[in-house]
Structure formats: structure tokens, C-alpha cells
């Protein structure tokens, strides 16, 4: 958004590793086929709709997949090119959030809609269910298309979730940053993870 944002400074430099954790037909149609992933359409997706990864996070991928589909479980890696991302750790990030936050309020107000919640879910802790958030995440979007801006290729954030790591921490066990891509062409390519040769250090 040009009147709040410095463009300049709003595209990530270099590729990053991106992680999807999924079930092995997915995995199956995506490395040996060719496929694309679908984007991702819940109206409680936390950074709006997209493809989603865990940046850097085989682990917390093959975690999530586990925890999901058992055996079935798979993890794709994709190489990405963030483009022009709308960077959650950054801070000025906040005044984007919070003028869509407002016009989404105005919009509501106007056509007699309730705002959307963010909810745990299932957990008693963590939000989960990310209405809310989403909701202002894709009014950023039609705001951008509507004035003529730069549309944001992708959306990146840190996400807080699980216990302490120990008693008094101020580390969650299963905080890991997210990486929505809305751009398809970020996508570089899509690769199979391989185990690590023990007999040479990782450089």
C-alpha cells in the first residue's frame, strides 16, 4: 500500500526453502506428476488464502502431516521467491494490518455483517481458527486491486502455538514462521527432500 508502506524495502531478497506437509497422493501428483498445489481456501486460514509452507521447517512439515495422516504422511519442498511480501516480523507491517482491519470494520458496519472471531478450536490455548485474521488479510487484497496498487505475492508471519519449552519460558515448542504464497509464480520448483549423507559435514 503505497501510502503507508515503503515499497522499496517490501521485497525479501534471495530464495528460501518452503516445506508442505501432506498426504502421499498430494505428495504423489505434485513431485511425480507435475502438479501444482491447490491454494488453500478456508475462511480461517490465519494469512488469508494461498499455498501454504513452513519456511526452513522440514520438521514441523512432516510434524504436522504425522499428526494428520499417520503413514500416510508426506512432506513437498519447494524453492521460493517471496517477491513482494507483505513480512509480518517487520514492523511496519502493523499499520497495513491495522487499515485493513478498519476498512474491513467499515464494510461490515455498512452491509450489517458481524465481524469474524479468531477461536481455539480444539486447543485450549492457541487460536486456531483464524477468522478474523483472514478476513483482514483479503480485504488488504481487495484494497490493493481496488486502488491500483502492487498486489502482494506472498504473506509471511510467526506463528505462536504448543507449551512452554520449560516452566517460565518465553518460548513456545511449536512457534515456526508460515509462508502464504498467493502468486503462483513464486514457485520455483518443487523438489522430494533426501536424508543427509553422514559421511560429509551439510555446508
Known amino acids: 500500500m503505497a501510502d503507508i508502506t515503503n515499497e522499496m524495502y517490501a521485497k525479501l531478497p534471495n530464495l528460501v526453502f518452503g516445506f508442505h506437509g501432506c498426504h502421499k497422493s498430494i505428495y504423489n501428483m505434485v513431485v511425480t506428476e507435475g502438479r ?5 481456501e478456508n475462511d480461517y486460514d490465519w494469512l488469508g488464502n494461498g499455498i501454504y509452507f513452513w519456511e526452513n521447517s522440514y520438521e514441523r512439515a512432516y510434524d504436522w502431516a504425522s499428526a494428520k495422516y499417520g503413514d500416510e504422511a508426506k512432506v513437498i519442498g519447494a524453492v521460493l521467491d517471496l517477491g513482494y511480501c507483505l513480512n509480518m516480523t517487520d ?7 491495522k487499515l485493513g482491519y478498519s476498512l474491513l470494520e467499515t464494510y461490515n458496519m455498512l452491509s450489517g455483517t458481524a465481524m469474524p472471531e479468531n477461536k481455539n478450536g480444539r486447543s485450549k490455548t492457541d487460536l486456531l481458527l483464524r477468522n478474523l485474521d483472514c478476513a483482514v488479510i483479503q480485504q488488504i487484497h481487495r484494497y490493493n486491486a481496488e486502488m491500483g496498487y502492487e498486489p502482494y505475492d506472498s504473506i509471511r508471519g510467526v506463528f505462536t502455538e504448543g507449551d512452554e519449552v520449560y516452566p517460565g519460558a518465553g518460548f513456545i515448542e511449536k512457534t515456526h514462521t508460515q509462508i502464504c504464497i498467493v502468486n503462483p509464480n513464486c514457485i520455483k520448483g518443487y523438489f522430494a527432500p533426501i536424508e543427509k549423507d553422514t559421511q560429509y559435514r551439510i555446508p
Open 36 to 40: 501444482h498445489l491447490k491454494p488453500s
Open 91 to 97: 514492523y511496519k507491517s502493523t499499520q497495513v494490518l
